[in-house]
């Protein structure tokens, strides 16, 4: 596709239960980032992907959360034993480039992010 | 660590005039970047316009420009002509240099009225 595309667009689910939110890149994008935004909040970062390997994981709040992306393109964040707290809208961006590189034009284009509920 | 600062948590402004929205942000850092991001319903961030810090001269896009004060840590987006489709959250958000974490503020609603 054209843009970024994530699935699902909803998802409810019980607390205690494993969640998993897909992310597909643009295409030849080499960086990919989630993002967290609770209501009524901006986003906030929870990690960074440069091809496979996750760059920066200094977001993820704590360790029922995870996320991967073994072949450099679909990426996925797992979310273990889902508390009330998780509910939010979790957003996916990729660019061309790491846009921590000098200079670098680093543009995000975002998908439409997974809305989360957790009852 | 840095932080952003949208003080007005909603704006309105009449078709075709111009409003302002207020960005304010700290750190010690001297390189970085700033930027504006619309939010419509969709949930999709757009990105509306980009500052570099080591450049003096305000960003433009069309109708959409900044006012880019480094010392005072102040970064405003003026929207010319508003349209009704200007209608969305708008979210400030800097960037570090030699990362590539986004920080955003908490965002403003604007809402265009005909």
């Known amino acids: 596709g054209a843009g970024v595309s994530q699935t699902p667009s909803n998802k409810v689910t019980e607390k205690g239960k494993y969640v998993e939110l897909r992310c597909d890149p643009i295409?030849?994008?080499?960086?990919l980032y989630w993002y967290r935004q609770s209501l009524g909040q901006g986003p906030e970062f929870l990690i960074y992907f440069q091809g496979t390997g996750a760059a920066d994981d200094s977001g993820l709040p704590n360790d029922r959360f995870f996320a991967v992306r073994p072949e450099g393109s679909v990426s996925t964040l797992k979310i273990q034993r889902t508390e009330r707290g998780d509910s939010a809208v979790y957003l996916c961006?990729?660019?061309?480039?790491?846009?921590?590189?000098?200079?670098?034009?680093?543009?995000?284009?975002f998908g439409e992010g997974s809305r989360l509920t957790v009852l | 660590a840095q932080t952003v600062t949208q003080s007005q948590p909603e704006m309105s402004v009449q078709e075709a005039e111009t409003v302002t929205l207020s960005c304010t942000y700290d750190t010690s850092e001297s390189d970085y970047y700033l930027f504006w991001y619309k939010q419509p319903p969709s949930r999709q961030m757009i990105l509306v316009i980009r500052q570099e810090a080591y450049k003096q001269q305000n960003a433009t896009e069309n109708r959409f420009s900044v006012n880019f004060q480094k010392a005072a840590k102040s970064f405003s987006l003026k929207i010319s002509d508003s349209q009704l489709g200007d209608a969305a959250m708008y979210f400030c958000?800097?960037?570090?240099?030699?990362?590539?974490?986004?920080?955003f503020g908490t965002g403003t609603r604007l809402q265009v009225f005909p």
């Open positions: 295409s030849g994008h080499t960086a």
């Open positions: 958000a800097y960037r570090s240099h030699n990362t590539d974490k986004l920080i």
């Open positions: 961006a990729s660019s061309l480039e790491s846009g921590g590189a000098p200079r670098g034009t680093g543009e995000l284009f």
